[in-house]
C-alpha cells in the first residue's frame, strides 16, 4: 500500500477496512494514514478552536491524512440552546458534515456520541472533545481515539486500560488476527478449505531438536587418584631389600697370597 506513514506510539488509528483499534499492541505502531476515520467534534471544542484556529486544517495536518470532519443534529440542538454565549462555536459546527445519528427527538450530545459508539465502536470513530467526563466514560471501552485541543494544538491521548487489555487478550487467545476483520477471517479459512491448504493442529507443533551426546571436556575433569589396596602393601612388605656387600681390600689380597 503506497500511502504516508507515521511512527507515533500514542496513535492507534490503522485505518481503512482493516482497522481495529481494540486489537492492536500499542508501542510504536506503523500507522498507514490514507483516509482517517471521521472524528465526530462536539459544543465544547469547537467553542475553542474559534480564535485564529481552524478544525478543518489543524487535523489533518496533525494526523497527516485526510479527514472528515462530522457532527450531529443533537449536539447542534444543544449548542443553540446557548447560541448567545457560543455564537461562534455554533456556526463552526454548521461547517462540519452532519451524521445521521437517527435520533427522533433530540438528546445531549454526550448521550448521543455515546449511542453512537456503542460498546466496540464498530464504525471506528475518533472522537474530538474537550469534555472530561464524556473521555471518562469512553476510556471505559475499548478501541475508542480521543483527540482533544492541548495549548491551541490537536493532540490524540494515550490508549485507555481497556485498550491495553483486549489487545492483550487478542494477542493471548491463539485464533486472534490482529490486522484483519472477522469477515475476511472467515473469507481466508474458506479459501484454504477450497484449495486444500489448511494447516491443521499437529502440523503447526514444533519437534524439539534431540541434543547429540558429547564427550566431557578433559580439562575440566579432575583426575583419577590412585587408591593404595592392602594387597598392594603386603607385596612391599614382602619384598626384601637386597643391598650388595663391598669386599674389603685386606681379604681380598691375603686371597691372592694365599
Known amino acids: ?56 486544517e489543524q487535523i489533518p495536518k496533525y494526523l497527516n491524512g485526510k479527514v472528515k470532519l462530522l457532527t450531529t443534529r443533537c449536539i447542534i440542538i444543544e449548542t443553540e440552546k446557548i447560541a448567545k454565549k457560543a455564537h461562534g462555536a455554533l456556526t463552526i459546527l454548521k461547517q462540519f458534515g452532519i451524521h445521521e445519528c437517527n435520533h427522533k427527538e433530540p438528546i445531549t450530545g454526550t448521550d448521543c456520541i455515546t449511542s453512537m459508539i456503542g460498546k466496540k465502536n464498530e464504525k471506528h470513530y475518533v472522537l474530538a472533545t474537550q469534555d472530561r467526563d464524556l473521555q471518562e ?57 477450497v484449495l486444500g491448504v489448511e494447516e491443521s493442529v499437529e502440523d503447526n507443533k514444533v519437534i524439539p531438536k534431540k541434543r547429540k551426546q558429547h564427550n566431557p571436556n578433559p580439562l ?15 607385596i612391599l612388605k614382602d619384598k626384601k631389600l637386597r643391598k650388595r656387600k663391598k669386599a674389603n681390600k685386606n681379604t681380598s689380597f691375603q686371597s691372592l697370597v694365599a
Not at 6 to 11: F, I, Q, S, T, Y
Request: net charge positive.
Open 220 to 234: 575440566s575433569c579432575k583426575k583419577k587418584k590412585i587408591q593404595v589396596t592392602k594387597s598392594t602393601d603386603k
Open 137 to 193: 466514560k469512553l476510556k471505559m471501552k475499548p478501541g475508542v481515539p480521543i483527540l482533544y485541543l492541548h495549548n491551541k494544538s490537536p493532540t490524540l491521548l494515550k490508549p485507555s486500560k481497556a485498550s491495553y487489555l483486549s489487545a492483550e487478550k487478542s494477542l493471548d487467545s491463539k485464533s486472534s488476527n490482529i490486522f484483519i476483520s472477522e469477515q475476511q477471517n472467515a473469507s481466508l479459512k474458506n479459501l484454504k478449505k
Open 1 to 56: 500500500m503506497d500511502s504516508k506513514v507515521r511512527n507515533n506510539g500514542r496513535l492507534i488509528d490503522i485505518v481503512g477496512d482493516s482497522w481495529r483499534a481494540d486489537k492492536l499492541p500499542f508501542d510504536d505502531i506503523q500507522v498507514p494514514l490514507e483516509e482517517l476515520p471521521d472524528p465526530e467534534a462536539d459544543g465544547a471544542d469547537a467553542r475553542i478552536s474559534i480564535k485564529e484556529h481552524s478544525l478543518k
